[in-house]
């Protein structure tokens, strides 16, 4: 059994799927325990966009850009001290975006959630944050009180997909400058085995190259043509030898990788690992020297038993293949800045 990837007119994704209906949860919040929130910021557009796990989650992260703005990933390795992690935080703003955890923190602090240490509840939130400060002002950013709104938003509801919180100031396909890139957001996916193994993602796309369809090789966003009604294709582009005119720093692609199932900190962080191959099948480049790519994986442990980790990471990269795509497809366009809506 798999759950869904809705189809558009402008793609038809050869990913397995789950046949669903329109109750079905299939995005990040089908694992009991994870409630997600977005806040946006909507005169810049940016925003921010929360991941809860209340009970507390198992948690590991892969970094693989050259670029990263990360808060707090240093605790997730397997030799470090911390055992569960309360929530994390993805937000637009670049560096100034990372301070959104404070405010994720002073939610959590305030209803007494967290480790016990010191004789206080202190809940351990990590973050990553994308660069969108090139999208309208760059003086308008998301801080504490966004993650703290964001974080008052969460619910265990499927989550809203497209320009929405770290979505609203997402881009993609600037490899040929922002003047042919195109709109993104977020994306999210689920897949429910028969043993109730449940695998879900969440990815706010904002890379430097183009989105792919892994199925078929073609693209469904990206680097338009010079009169912006076609794909110019990044890998024309880079294999003609033709300069590329990248956009600098302005890029990374973060996500979460979530399951039911019960790992140690060392497999969760595996999980990590093998959900990032899922930006590598729908993103080309990936990871490049200007981007910041970053996955966090959460186990929440509610389903007992022996995990196949070989299942649960083919899975993991599949679920986050579709997410990304459903970042691009989703998405909602800015004046000069197309959606794949726009260009139909």
Same mark, same amino acid.
């Given at each position: %059994? $798999? ?6 007119? !402008? ?10 209906? +329109? ?6 919040? +089908? ?99 994308? $660069?969108?400060?090139?999208? @309208? ?12 709104? #964001? ?30 890139? %195109? ?9 429910? %085995? ?9 990815? !706010?796309?904002?890379?430097? @190259? &183009?989105?792919?369809?892994? @199925? ?10 010079? &009169?912006?009604?076609? $794909? ?12 590329? @005119?990248?956009?600098? =720093?302005? =890029? ?5 990788? #979530?399951? =039911?199932?019960?790992?140690?900190? #060392? ?23 200007? &981007?910041?790519?970053?996955? $966090? ?16 990471? +083919?899975?993991?990269?599949?679920? %986050? ?14 004046? =000069? ?8």
């Amino acid at each position: %059994m $798999f759950h869904r990837l809705t189809t558009t007119a !402008v793609l038809l994704l050869a990913v397995p799927v789950m046949k669903t209906s +329109a109750q079905t949860n299939a995005t990040l919040t +089908a694992i009991p325990g994870i409630k997600v929130g977005h806040h946006t910021l909507t005169e810049r557009p940016t925003g921010c966009t929360v991941v809860l796990v209340e009970a507390g989650a198992t948690a590991g992260v892969d970094v693989r850009g050259a670029a990263p703005a990360t808060r707090d990933t240093d605790g997730l390795n397997p030799t470090k001290m911390v055992q569960q992690i309360y929530g994390i935080s993805l937000s637009g703003g670049s560096l100034y975006g990372l301070s959104t955890v404070d405010g994720v923190l002073r939610y959590l602090e305030e209803k007494n959630i967290g480790i016990q240490y010191g004789g206080r509840h202190i809940p351990i939130v990590p973050g990553a944050s994308i $660069f969108d400060l090139g999208i @309208g002002d760059a003086k308008i950013r998301p801080g504490p009180d966004c993650g703290y709104r #964001a974080a008052q938003a969460a619910s265990s509801a499927p989550i809203t997909e497209g320009s929405v919180g770290t979505g609203a100031g997402a881009t993609l396909g600037k490899l040929g400058g922002l003047e042919r890139a %195109m709109k993104s957001g977020v994306g999210s996916a689920a897949i429910t %085995m028969p043993d109730g193994t449940i695998v879900a993602a969440l990815v !706010v796309v904002n890379p430097l @190259g &183009d989105v792919i369809d892994p @199925g078929t090789g073609k693209v469904v966003a990206g680097v338009r043509t010079a &009169d912006g009604k076609g $794909f110019s294709d990044a890998r024309t582009i880079i294999r003609s030898g033709a300069p590329s @005119g990248g956009r600098g =720093n302005e =890029n990374s692609t973060i996500g979460v990788v #979530a399951t =039911n199932a019960r790992l140690t900190k #060392a497999q969760t962080n595996y999980l990590a690992q093998l959900a990032d191959d899922g930006y590598a099948r729908a993103i080309w480049p990936i990871h490049t020297m200007v &981007d910041g790519d970053t996955v $966090f994986a959460l186990a929440t442990g509610t389903k007992a038993g022996e995990p196949d980790l070989v299942s649960l990471g +083919a899975l993991a990269a599949d679920v %986050m293949a579709t997410a990304v795509v459903r970042a691009a497809t989703q998405a909602t366009g800015l004046p =000069n800045i197309p959606a794949v809506h726009d260009l139909k």
